[in-house]
């Protein structure tokens, strides 16, 4: 006998996700995180502005300035984003489903001639639109405002590389709203849920660049005697930050908005023979580069959301 | 058997475990078309339990079900497409207002918006929720939301609708206009399966009741006749009456099914049939006084109480 189910799974599918998108841009929690992260981008842009103007020299890629540059206090625009594109993701997610349990409609909802899988990918839809939305929206006033006050257009390869930038900070984003589902379907209560993915977030912003250097140095010790045990240590570091994905966006960008970067992992001097340093690398070269991170990153979202898929369709209705 | 005569709703050896906990324990149950069905019961005897395995909102662990001819397990879409469902304690998006949760229900059926305009508006003027349709459903009273969850059922123009427990926690008023609706939509031809533990309410609302006791249906039939079989009779005559003892002055009395002292002088007959006369007559014919008799017919409380005499309801909550 086949168990095939009837009808497509995706009924209802956008209905969901447009509700979901239509009740995130009216809602409050929504607007007082947007607002944070748009007052901190114009603030740290305002400033790389000022620090740009001051320093003006020869460089091909001034636009992309505009999102690296740091000045004292402030950090720089993508470190704002690696910091910030987290919050906004959980404020849209942590609540998806345990949310329907605790407000009582899921039952109702589902009552309706839909399959689960349409809801729980509805409202993980819902969320990414709003995400694209803001991160759209942002990066367009950050343009904007480079165009206006550093006086020239961007090129075509910062745009390039900007949209680049763009779909990496969408994807991480989308790491962060998966999270925030799985939380939302393994948890029961919303409150729960947002502590759990909160902590997380510090977990990766703020207490593994301190703890993959501890770990591996004790998983990989130094022999002082043997050099290759210094790169083996490294490489284990490497890899275990590379766990956050804090640490896969922070790179990507690194290497999109820096053409001149070469490699996001040693280099040996051997390597460098022939290459003009701080020479930029063409686009195609920073996308390879890039690529296993933004892969990493769309491994991890897959990841997450079948986790949330699975418990969701194990759940029982009944709270 | 023409389709007008098959059950609309049949379940045959219906269990459903939540680990080594059985909820619902092979019950059968067949519901014909135009019919109301009651699920009468304490809390944590299966009413909901069955209901949500009716919708396919989970999963038998073992038995079969067929709502309107489909298995809602294999035609989930189908069968939740004409059965309304009125949840036990019904949630609503409570910022958005009345009709817009509702056009998002009616968008999820997949009714085109002027369809469902037209089915919404006249939904909401049936409940009586015209007037407050635009405004947030967070302002909504009890009442109110019940009402509205009522609108959806109408709304979504389901052939059966299956409502948990739909009077829980109203005020009487709105109890009393919920059951209203409720007997309209039942006057439309719609088969309405209906969850409680009110007795008085399922006694005046319902064709047939099923009495669920820890996941097992014990009884199931018309109010009248479980009245008769679990307590004898469908007629208590309450007699109070010095200087004979009853039983004995009654025991061959026809119509009579039991005589129970409840004190000194008082005693209580069940009867299937007005037995009054004949126990006044006899007691006086014995010799006693006979000072005062009161007539009733028997309710589903008493069933109910008769029924679950003796249970550990603990075990069952």
């Given at each position: 006998?086949?168990?095939?189910?009837?009808?497509?799974?995706?009924?209802?599918?956008?209905?969901?996700?447009?509700?979901?998108?239509?009740?995130?841009?009216?809602?409050?929690?929504?607007?007082?995180?947007?607002?944070?992260?748009?007052?901190?981008?114009?603030?740290?842009?305002?400033?790389?502005?000022?620090?740009?103007?001051?320093?003006?020299g020869e460089d091909q890629f001034l636009f992309l300035r505009l999102f690296t540059t740091a000045q004292q206090p402030l950090p720089?625009?993508?470190?704002?984003?690696?910091?910030?594109?987290?919050?906004?993701?959980?404020?849209?997610?942590?609540?998806?489903?345990?949310?329907?349990?605790?407000?009582?409609?899921?039952?109702?909802?589902?009552?309706?001639?839909?399959?689960?899988?349409?809801?729980?990918?509805?409202?993980?839809?819902?969320?990414?639109?709003?995400?694209?939305?803001?991160?759209?929206?942002?990066?367009?006033?950050?343009?904007?405002?480079?165009?206006?006050?550093?006086?020239?257009?961007?090129?075509?390869?910062?745009?390039?590389?900007?949209?680049?930038?763009?779909?990496?900070?969408?994807?991480?984003?989308?790491?962060?709203?998966?999270?925030?589902?799985?939380?939302?379907?393994?948890?029961?209560?919303?409150?729960?849920?947002?502590?759990?993915?909160?902590?997380?977030?510090?977990?990766?912003?703020?207490?593994?660049?301190?703890?993959?250097?501890?770990?591996?140095?004790?998983?990989?010790?130094?022999?002082?005697?043997?050099?290759?045990?210094?790169?083996?240590?490294?490489?284990?570091?490497?890899?275990?930050?590379?766990?956050?994905?804090?640490?896969?966006?922070?790179?990507?960008?690194?290497?999109?908005?820096?053409?001149?970067?070469?490699?996001?992992?040693?280099?040996?001097?051997?390597?460098?023979?022939?290459?003009?340093?701080?020479?930029?690398?063409?686009?195609?070269?920073?996308?390879?580069?890039?690529?296993?991170?933004?892969?990493?990153?769309?491994?991890?979202?897959?990841?997450?959301?079948?986790?949330?898929?699975?418990?969701?369709?194990?759940?029982?209705?009944?709270? | 058997?023409?389709?007008?005569?098959?059950?609309?709703?049949?379940?045959?050896?219906?269990?459903?475990?939540?680990?080594r906990f059985t909820a619902v324990d092979g019950i059968d149950l067949a519901v014909n078309k135009g019919e109301v069905f009651g699920?009468?019961?304490?809390?944590?005897?299966?009413?909901?339990?069955?209901?949500?395995?009716?919708?396919?909102?989970?999963?038998?662990?073992?038995?079969?079900?067929?709502?309107l001819g489909l298995d809602p397990l294999r035609k989930p879409l189908s069968v939740k497409r004409r059965v309304g469902y009125l949840?036990?304690?019904?949630?609503?998006?409570?910022?958005?207002?009345?009709?817009?949760?509702?056009?998002?229900?009616?968008?999820?059926?997949?009714?085109?918006?002027?369809?469902?305009?037209?089915?919404?508006?006249?939904?909401?003027?049936?409940?009586?929720?015209?007037?407050?349709?635009?405004?947030?459903?967070?302002?909504?009273?009890?009442?109110?939301?019940?009402?509205?969850?009522?609108?959806?059922?109408?709304?979504?123009?389901?052939?059966?609708?299956?409502?948990?427990?739909?009077?829980?926690?109203?005020?009487?008023?709105?109890?009393?206009?919920?059951?209203?609706?409720?007997?309209?939509?039942?006057?439309?031809?719609?088969?309405?399966?209906?969850?409680?533990?009110?007795?008085?309410?399922?006694?005046?609302?319902?064709?047939?009741?099923?009495?669920?006791?820890?996941?097992?249906?014990?009884?199931?039939?018309?109010?009248?006749?479980?009245?008769?079989?679990?307590?004898?009779?469908?007629?208590?005559?309450?007699?109070?009456?010095?200087?004979?003892?009853?039983?004995?002055?009654?025991?061959?009395?026809?119509?009579?099914?039991?005589?129970?002292?409840?004190?000194?002088?008082?005693?209580?007959?069940?009867?299937?049939?007005?037995?009054?006369?004949?126990?006044?007559?006899?007691?006086?014919?014995?010799?006693?006084?006979?000072?005062?008799?009161?007539?009733?017919?028997?309710?589903?409380?008493?069933?109910?109480?008769?029924?679950?005499?003796?249970?550990?309801?603990?075990?069952?909550?």
């Amino acid at each position: 006998m086949t168990r095939q189910r009837e009808g497509s799974p995706f009924a209802g599918l956008s209905t969901v996700a447009l509700k979901e998108a239509a009740d995130h841009m009216n809602s409050a929690r929504i607007h007082l995180v947007m607002l944070l992260v748009i007052l901190t981008a114009i603030g740290s842009v305002y400033a790389a502005i000022g620090q740009i103007k001051a320093t003006i020299g020869e460089d091909q890629f001034l636009f992309l300035r505009l999102f690296t540059t740091a000045q004292q206090p402030l950090p720089s625009f993508v470190s704002f984003l690696g910091f910030l594109i987290p919050l906004v993701a959980i404020a849209l997610g942590f609540d998806a489903i345990n949310g329907e349990y605790s407000r009582r409609t899921l039952s109702r909802v589902l009552s309706q001639p839909i399959y689960r899988d349409a809801l729980l990918t509805g409202k993980f839809l819902g969320g990414l639109i709003v995400i694209a939305i803001c991160l759209l929206t942002l990066w367009l006033l950050v343009t904007g405002l480079g165009i206006l006050s550093l006086g020239l257009p961007p090129g075509g390869e910062e745009i390039a590389r900007g949209l680049a930038f763009l779909f990496a900070s969408f994807v991480y984003a989308g790491v962060w709203l998966a999270v925030a589902m799985a939380f939302s379907t393994l948890v029961k209560s919303p409150a729960t849920s947002a502590l759990c993915a909160l902590t997380l977030w510090l977990v990766f912003t703020v207490f593994w660049p301190m703890l993959t250097p501890l770990v591996a140095g004790a998983v990989a010790p130094v022999d002082l005697l043997d050099p290759m045990t210094a790169v083996h240590q490294i490489a284990v570091q490497q890899g275990l930050a590379r766990i956050s994905p804090n640490v896969l966006y922070g790179e990507a960008t690194l290497a999109l908005l820096n053409p001149a970067t070469r490699s996001l992992g040693l280099l040996f001097p051997s390597q460098l023979s022939g290459a003009l340093m701080g020479a930029p690398l063409p686009l195609s070269a920073s996308l390879a580069l890039v690529w296993p991170q933004i892969a990493g990153m769309i491994a991890a979202l897959i990841v997450l959301f079948t986790i949330a898929y699975v418990s969701f369709q194990r759940q029982e209705i009944r709270a | 058997m023409s389709a007008a005569e098959a059950p609309v709703i049949e379940a045959g050896g219906l269990t459903k475990r939540y680990g080594r906990f059985t909820a619902v324990d092979g019950i059968d149950l067949a519901v014909n078309k135009g019919e109301v069905f009651g699920l009468l019961g304490p809390n944590g005897s299966g009413k909901t339990t069955t209901i949500l395995l009716l919708l396919g909102l989970t999963e038998p662990s073992a038995g079969t079900i067929r709502v309107l001819g489909l298995d809602p397990l294999r035609k989930p879409l189908s069968v939740k497409r004409r059965v309304g469902y009125l949840p036990d304690q019904i949630g609503f998006y409570d910022h958005l207002s009345a009709e817009e949760n509702l056009a998002y229900s009616a968008r999820l059926a997949g009714l085109a918006s002027a369809e469902a305009n037209r089915r919404i508006s006249d939904a909401l003027a049936r409940v009586r929720l015209s007037d407050v349709r635009g405004k947030r459903v967070a302002t909504y009273s009890r009442g109110m939301r019940q009402r509205l969850g009522l609108a959806e059922v109408l709304a979504k123009g389901s052939e059966i609708a299956i409502l948990d427990e739909p009077t829980s926690g109203l005020d009487p008023q709105s109890t009393q206009e919920l059951l209203e609706l409720i007997r309209e939509l039942a006057a439309d031809g719609v088969t309405i399966v209906l969850s409680s533990h009110l007795l008085a309410m399922m006694q005046s609302l319902c064709d047939r009741v099923a009495l669920f006791s820890r996941g097992r249906i014990g009884l199931i039939g018309k109010v009248a006749d479980l009245t008769a079989d679990v307590l004898g009779g469908t007629h208590v005559v309450e007699v109070e009456a010095d200087g004979i003892d009853l039983a004995a002055v009654l025991k061959d009395a026809p119509h009579i099914a039991a005589v129970t002292p409840l004190r000194a002088g008082r005693w209580r007959v069940d009867a299937d049939a007005d037995v009054r006369a004949d126990i006044a007559h006899r007691t006086v014919q014995a010799g006693g006084a006979l000072s005062g008799m009161t007539i009733r017919q028997s309710s589903l409380d008493e069933v109910y109480a008769r029924f679950f005499e003796g249970e550990d309801h603990d075990q069952a909550a």
